[in-house]
């Protein structure tokens, strides 16, 4: 096990490191770090790039359940009772450099030491609300604001001191499988944003923080309530803002 200088366990050496069970892997954009139906004998910790989990019906459909970012877990399944199959794809969207932990090496680090299995929980904890309010996005919200939730997610906005951001080069036909809709709803919506000054492209997508008004137009401009509108949740209602700017005024919702 990785340890520090004075004897303890330190978990961010454990996943920077290689060792008994661990070792570093490099993938190039759409190779994959597994495929749906492989054996879950492994587990994943993301150091660099952006990577999406996908699942594949048995008609051939394909669609997207999350996106990946670095410091995240890639196939915790596998440590969940006996060894089984994996139930998704994990698939590389930009260049991505991961520690690929086995699944033994895994659940021996899990129940020898408290602090990982601490960082661990926490990871499981946020990954299921991501994916509650990734439901919850689905179900109630237009096609034209789970594209700008996308692109604000994939900008990482809520950091700060990051007025506008590039994001990994991505298609829209991978933009329109995350959201559910077609390649052309999303090239009219991409177009739609570039006009209102939302976002420019030419070759890779730069977001500006003005899209935040597509998620945000229904509901008051609280800086504080940024991060929770990113993940789509609402703990009370409030009342309404002042009137919104003209450009934002014009948005209407759009159904796919």
């Known amino acids: 096990m990785a340890e520090s200088r004075n004897g303890v366990f330190d978990a961010a050496n454990f996943l920077q490191s290689t060792g008994p069970g661990r070792r570093i892997v490099e993938l190039k954009p759409k190779d994959v770090f597994f495929a749906q139906g492989n054996q879950a004998d492994s587990v994943f910790y993301l150091h660099a790039g952006r990577a999406k989990l996908t699942v594949v019906s048995k008609n051939?459909?394909?669609?997207?359940?999350?996106?990946?970012s670095p410091g995240d877990f890639i196939g915790e399944e596998s440590i969940a009772g006996v060894v089984g199959l994996r139930m998704a794809a994990a698939t590389a969207i930009t260049s991505c450099v991961a520690l690929r932990i086995e699944r033994g090496a895994m659940i021996q680090v899990l129940h020898e030491e408290h602090g990982f299995s601490d960082l661990f929980l926490k990871f499981l904890i946020a990954r299921s609300m991501r994916t509650q309010a990734d439901l919850v996005d689905q179900l109630f919200n237009s096609s034209e604001k789970r594209l700008a939730r996308i692109l604000l997610l994939m900008a990482e906005f809520g950091k700060p001191g990051e007025p506008e951001t590039l994001i990994p080069q991505i298609t829209q036909e991978t933009l329109a499988e995350m959201i559910g809709t077609t390649r052309s709803r999303v090239s009219f919506f991409m177009n739609r944003f570039?006009?209102?000054?939302?976002?420019?492209y030419d070759g890779r997508i730069r977001v500006h923080k003005s899209l935040l008004n597509v998620v945000l137009y229904d509901q008051p401009r609280l800086q504080n309530a940024v991060a929770a509108s990113l993940l789509?949740?609402?703990?009370?209602?409030?009342?309404?803002?002042?009137?919104?700017?003209?450009?934002?005024?014009?948005?209407?919702?759009?159904?796919?």
Not at 238 to 255: G, N, Q, Y
């Open 194 to 200: 570039r006009k209102l000054g939302f976002i420019e």
């Open 60 to 68: 051939g459909k394909e669609a997207t359940i999350t996106l990946l």
């Open 232 to 256: 789509g949740t609402r703990h009370h209602k409030l009342k309404p803002s002042r009137p919104r700017s003209a450009a934002v005024s014009r948005i209407e919702p759009i159904e796919a």
